[in-house]
Protein backbone atom coordinates (compact mmCIF):
# COMPACT_ATOMS: atom_id res chain seq x y z
CA UNK A 1 0.00 0.00 0.00
CA UNK A 2 1.29 3.71 -1.09
CA UNK A 3 1.88 5.79 1.81
CA UNK A 4 -0.75 8.32 -0.11
CA UNK A 5 -3.57 5.29 0.83
CA UNK A 6 -2.70 5.25 4.78
CA UNK A 7 -5.69 4.74 7.12
CA UNK A 8 -8.17 5.63 4.67
CA UNK A 9 -9.46 1.97 3.75
CA UNK A 10 -12.38 2.46 5.51
CA UNK A 11 -14.05 4.31 2.54
CA UNK A 12 -13.48 0.99 0.53
CA UNK A 13 -15.94 -0.88 2.46
CA UNK A 14 -19.37 -1.36 0.33
CA UNK A 15 -17.29 -0.50 -2.76
CA UNK A 16 -17.67 -3.41 -5.28
CA UNK A 17 -15.00 -2.72 -8.19
CA UNK A 18 -15.60 -3.98 -11.41
CA UNK A 19 -13.23 -6.95 -12.92
CA UNK A 20 -10.51 -4.01 -13.99
CA UNK A 21 -10.39 -3.14 -10.29
CA UNK A 22 -12.18 0.58 -11.38
CA UNK A 23 -15.31 2.37 -10.36
CA UNK A 24 -17.54 4.89 -12.26
CA UNK A 25 -17.47 8.04 -10.58
CA UNK A 26 -20.27 10.77 -11.59
CA UNK A 27 -19.07 14.47 -11.18
CA UNK A 28 -21.38 17.29 -10.32
CA UNK A 29 -20.89 21.05 -10.13
CA UNK A 30 -22.04 21.17 -6.70
CA UNK A 31 -23.07 25.06 -7.20
CA UNK A 32 -24.71 24.78 -11.07
CA UNK A 33 -25.85 21.43 -10.50
CA UNK A 34 -24.67 20.27 -13.52
CA UNK A 35 -23.53 17.22 -14.21
CA UNK A 36 -19.95 17.55 -15.68
CA UNK A 37 -17.96 14.44 -16.51
CA UNK A 38 -18.07 10.47 -15.84
CA UNK A 39 -14.75 8.83 -15.42
CA UNK A 40 -13.36 6.13 -13.40
CA UNK A 41 -11.44 5.54 -10.29
CA UNK A 42 -9.01 2.20 -8.76
CA UNK A 43 -8.55 2.32 -5.05
CA UNK A 44 -5.24 4.49 -5.43
CA UNK A 45 -7.49 7.25 -6.81
CA UNK A 46 -9.81 7.11 -4.28
CA UNK A 47 -7.62 7.05 -1.62
CA UNK A 48 -5.67 10.34 -3.22
CA UNK A 49 -8.80 12.32 -3.62
CA UNK A 50 -10.51 11.71 -0.16
CA UNK A 51 -6.85 12.83 1.37
CA UNK A 52 -5.82 15.80 -1.24
CA UNK A 53 -9.48 16.67 -2.07
CA UNK A 54 -8.50 16.57 -5.45
CA UNK A 55 -10.55 14.77 -7.67
CA UNK A 56 -8.13 12.16 -9.08
CA UNK A 57 -8.90 9.58 -11.65
CA UNK A 58 -7.64 6.25 -13.49
CA UNK A 59 -7.17 6.86 -17.29
CA UNK A 60 -8.61 3.40 -18.74
CA UNK A 61 -6.83 4.44 -21.64
CA UNK A 62 -3.39 5.89 -20.95
CA UNK A 63 -3.30 3.32 -17.73
CA UNK A 64 -2.55 5.23 -15.80
CA UNK A 65 -3.01 7.65 -12.12
CA UNK A 66 -4.41 10.90 -13.25
CA UNK A 67 -4.85 14.94 -11.40
CA UNK A 68 -7.96 15.95 -13.00
CA UNK A 69 -6.52 19.28 -13.91
CA UNK A 70 -2.64 18.57 -13.85
CA UNK A 71 -2.51 19.48 -17.73
CA UNK A 72 -5.27 22.41 -17.95
CA UNK A 73 -5.57 23.67 -14.57
CA UNK A 74 -8.88 23.02 -14.41
CA UNK A 75 -9.25 21.13 -10.92
CA UNK A 76 -12.33 20.01 -8.79
CA UNK A 77 -12.37 20.58 -5.43
CA UNK A 78 -14.62 17.56 -3.88
CA UNK A 79 -16.97 18.83 -1.27
CA UNK A 80 -18.62 15.46 -1.09
CA UNK A 81 -18.33 11.86 -1.81
CA UNK A 82 -21.90 9.76 -2.63
CA UNK A 83 -22.18 5.74 -2.76
CA UNK A 84 -24.97 4.28 -4.42
CA UNK A 85 -27.27 1.46 -3.58
CA UNK A 86 -25.58 -1.25 -4.96
CA UNK A 87 -22.14 0.16 -4.02
CA UNK A 88 -20.69 0.03 -7.89
CA UNK A 89 -21.27 4.07 -8.60
CA UNK A 90 -19.74 7.11 -7.32
CA UNK A 91 -21.10 10.80 -7.07
CA UNK A 92 -18.58 13.19 -6.40
CA UNK A 93 -20.56 16.88 -5.52
CA UNK A 94 -17.01 19.29 -6.71
CA UNK A 95 -16.37 22.84 -7.10
CA UNK A 96 -15.23 22.95 -10.88
CA UNK A 97 -12.61 25.63 -11.77
CA UNK A 98 -13.47 26.76 -15.27
CA UNK A 99 -14.71 23.59 -16.78
CA UNK A 100 -14.62 20.14 -17.46
CA UNK A 101 -14.37 18.83 -20.40
CA UNK A 102 -11.40 18.69 -22.46
CA UNK A 103 -12.95 20.06 -26.23
CA UNK A 104 -13.23 24.17 -23.96
CA UNK A 105 -17.10 22.99 -22.74
CA UNK A 106 -17.68 23.60 -19.40
CA UNK A 107 -19.67 19.75 -19.31
CA UNK A 108 -18.59 16.88 -21.02
CA UNK A 109 -22.41 16.07 -21.93
CA UNK A 110 -22.58 19.44 -24.43
CA UNK A 111 -24.55 17.65 -27.34
CA UNK A 112 -28.35 16.95 -26.45
CA UNK A 113 -30.15 14.39 -29.01
CA UNK A 114 -32.41 16.70 -30.98
CA UNK A 115 -32.62 14.39 -34.69
CA UNK A 116 -28.34 14.55 -34.20
CA UNK A 117 -26.10 15.38 -31.44
CA UNK A 118 -26.23 19.07 -31.39
CA UNK A 119 -23.78 20.93 -29.27
CA UNK A 120 -25.20 23.19 -26.58
CA UNK A 121 -24.15 25.78 -24.53
CA UNK A 122 -21.00 27.78 -25.21
CA UNK A 123 -17.27 26.95 -25.11
CA UNK A 124 -15.49 28.46 -22.01
CA UNK A 125 -12.03 28.06 -22.95
CA UNK A 126 -9.62 27.49 -25.85
CA UNK A 127 -8.50 23.76 -25.99
CA UNK A 128 -6.12 24.41 -28.37
CA UNK A 129 -4.38 27.03 -25.61
CA UNK A 130 -4.68 24.86 -22.38
CA UNK A 131 -4.06 21.51 -24.01
CA UNK A 132 -1.70 22.09 -27.14
CA UNK A 133 -2.37 20.85 -30.36
CA UNK A 134 -3.07 17.54 -29.01
CA UNK A 135 -4.11 15.07 -32.12
CA UNK B 1 -33.96 -5.16 -35.85
CA UNK B 2 -37.33 -5.34 -33.69
CA UNK B 3 -39.80 -3.10 -34.80
CA UNK B 4 -39.29 -0.79 -31.75
CA UNK B 5 -36.27 0.48 -33.42
CA UNK B 6 -37.07 1.29 -36.62
CA UNK B 7 -36.62 4.56 -38.10
CA UNK B 8 -34.41 5.57 -34.50
CA UNK B 9 -31.07 3.97 -35.82
CA UNK B 10 -29.28 7.93 -36.09
CA UNK B 11 -29.24 8.04 -32.24
CA UNK B 12 -26.90 5.05 -32.28
CA UNK B 13 -24.26 7.53 -34.12
CA UNK B 14 -21.30 8.76 -32.28
CA UNK B 15 -22.18 6.42 -29.63
CA UNK B 16 -19.45 3.79 -28.10
CA UNK B 17 -20.72 0.77 -26.92
CA UNK B 18 -18.45 -1.11 -24.73
CA UNK B 19 -17.67 -4.78 -25.03
CA UNK B 20 -20.91 -5.74 -23.74
CA UNK B 21 -22.61 -3.74 -25.92
CA UNK B 22 -23.82 -1.50 -23.61
CA UNK B 23 -23.33 1.73 -22.24
CA UNK B 24 -23.84 3.67 -18.87
CA UNK B 25 -26.58 6.29 -18.31
CA UNK B 26 -26.23 8.81 -15.47
CA UNK B 27 -29.83 9.91 -15.00
CA UNK B 28 -30.85 13.34 -13.01
CA UNK B 29 -34.01 14.65 -12.52
CA UNK B 30 -34.64 17.47 -14.14
CA UNK B 31 -36.41 19.76 -11.93
CA UNK B 32 -34.64 18.74 -8.37
CA UNK B 33 -31.42 18.27 -10.42
CA UNK B 34 -30.23 15.63 -7.87
CA UNK B 35 -28.41 12.58 -9.92
CA UNK B 36 -30.56 9.93 -9.27
CA UNK B 37 -29.39 6.29 -10.13
CA UNK B 38 -26.54 5.24 -13.38
CA UNK B 39 -28.22 2.24 -15.23
CA UNK B 40 -26.59 1.03 -18.70
CA UNK B 41 -28.42 0.76 -22.09
CA UNK B 42 -27.72 -1.74 -25.19
CA UNK B 43 -29.39 -0.40 -28.59
CA UNK B 44 -32.81 -1.75 -27.72
CA UNK B 45 -32.90 -0.31 -24.83
CA UNK B 46 -32.20 3.35 -26.21
CA UNK B 47 -34.57 3.14 -29.07
CA UNK B 48 -37.45 2.31 -26.51
CA UNK B 49 -36.25 5.40 -24.41
CA UNK B 50 -36.36 7.68 -27.38
CA UNK B 51 -39.30 6.34 -28.95
CA UNK B 52 -41.55 6.15 -25.66
CA UNK B 53 -39.99 8.99 -23.62
CA UNK B 54 -39.89 6.56 -20.43
CA UNK B 55 -36.26 5.72 -19.53
CA UNK B 56 -35.89 1.36 -20.46
CA UNK B 57 -32.54 -0.01 -19.46
CA UNK B 58 -30.61 -2.94 -19.87
CA UNK B 59 -30.34 -5.00 -16.70
CA UNK B 60 -26.72 -6.54 -16.34
CA UNK B 61 -28.00 -8.66 -13.61
CA UNK B 62 -30.65 -10.13 -14.90
CA UNK B 63 -29.67 -10.05 -18.53
CA UNK B 64 -32.78 -8.24 -19.98
CA UNK B 65 -34.47 -5.21 -20.88
CA UNK B 66 -36.27 -3.15 -18.18
CA UNK B 67 -38.58 -0.47 -18.37
CA UNK B 68 -37.74 1.59 -15.54
CA UNK B 69 -40.77 1.50 -13.00
CA UNK B 70 -42.58 -1.61 -14.29
CA UNK B 71 -42.59 -3.49 -11.06
CA UNK B 72 -42.77 -0.07 -8.57
CA UNK B 73 -44.73 2.18 -10.86
CA UNK B 74 -41.81 4.89 -10.49
CA UNK B 75 -41.80 5.96 -14.04
CA UNK B 76 -38.95 8.42 -15.72
CA UNK B 77 -40.18 10.68 -18.06
CA UNK B 78 -37.38 11.43 -20.45
CA UNK B 79 -36.82 15.10 -21.03
CA UNK B 80 -33.45 15.35 -22.56
CA UNK B 81 -30.72 12.89 -23.71
CA UNK B 82 -27.07 13.95 -23.85
CA UNK B 83 -23.74 12.34 -25.08
CA UNK B 84 -20.76 13.03 -23.60
CA UNK B 85 -17.19 14.07 -25.51
CA UNK B 86 -16.03 10.63 -25.38
CA UNK B 87 -19.55 8.80 -26.69
CA UNK B 88 -19.03 7.01 -24.16
CA UNK B 89 -21.75 7.97 -21.90
CA UNK B 90 -25.39 9.55 -21.68
CA UNK B 91 -26.70 11.52 -19.39
CA UNK B 92 -31.01 11.19 -19.07
CA UNK B 93 -32.69 14.29 -17.75
CA UNK B 94 -36.17 13.06 -16.75
CA UNK B 95 -39.09 13.64 -14.21
CA UNK B 96 -38.63 10.76 -11.49
CA UNK B 97 -41.97 9.42 -10.18
CA UNK B 98 -42.03 9.15 -6.62
CA UNK B 99 -38.49 8.04 -6.09
CA UNK B 100 -35.29 6.51 -8.38
CA UNK B 101 -34.04 3.81 -5.47
CA UNK B 102 -35.41 0.78 -4.86
CA UNK B 103 -34.34 0.78 -1.57
CA UNK B 104 -36.73 3.34 -1.01
CA UNK B 105 -34.71 6.30 -1.07
CA UNK B 106 -35.50 9.36 -3.53
CA UNK B 107 -31.58 8.93 -5.36
CA UNK B 108 -29.52 5.54 -5.62
CA UNK B 109 -26.56 8.00 -3.73
CA UNK B 110 -28.04 8.40 -0.60
CA UNK B 111 -24.84 7.55 1.34
CA UNK B 112 -22.55 9.90 1.82
CA UNK B 113 -18.93 9.48 3.23
CA UNK B 114 -18.66 10.97 6.49
CA UNK B 115 -15.91 8.22 7.95
CA UNK B 116 -18.10 6.14 7.36
CA UNK B 117 -21.09 5.96 4.26
CA UNK B 118 -23.90 7.39 5.89
CA UNK B 119 -27.22 7.30 4.71
CA UNK B 120 -28.97 10.93 4.20
CA UNK B 121 -32.16 11.92 3.32
CA UNK B 122 -35.42 10.05 4.44
CA UNK B 123 -37.29 7.22 2.67
CA UNK B 124 -39.58 8.45 0.23
CA UNK B 125 -41.63 4.77 0.33
CA UNK B 126 -41.38 1.40 2.09
CA UNK B 127 -39.60 -1.02 -0.82
CA UNK B 128 -41.41 -4.25 1.14
CA UNK B 129 -44.78 -2.60 0.22
CA UNK B 130 -43.89 -1.77 -3.17
CA UNK B 131 -41.76 -4.71 -3.98
CA UNK B 132 -42.87 -7.57 -2.23
CA UNK B 133 -39.93 -9.33 0.62
CA UNK B 134 -38.26 -10.31 -2.22
CA UNK B 135 -34.52 -11.37 -0.60
Not at 83 to 110: E, I, M, N, P, R
Request: net charge negative; aromatic share 12%; glycine share 8%.
Amino acid sequence: MSDSSAGSDAIFEGIKWDGQGLIPVVVQDEKAGDVVMVAYMNKEALALTQETKRAHYYSRSRKKLWLKGETSGHFQVVKSIFLDCDGDTLLLKVDQTTAACHTGYWSCFYRMWDNTWKPVGEKVFDEHAVYGDRT
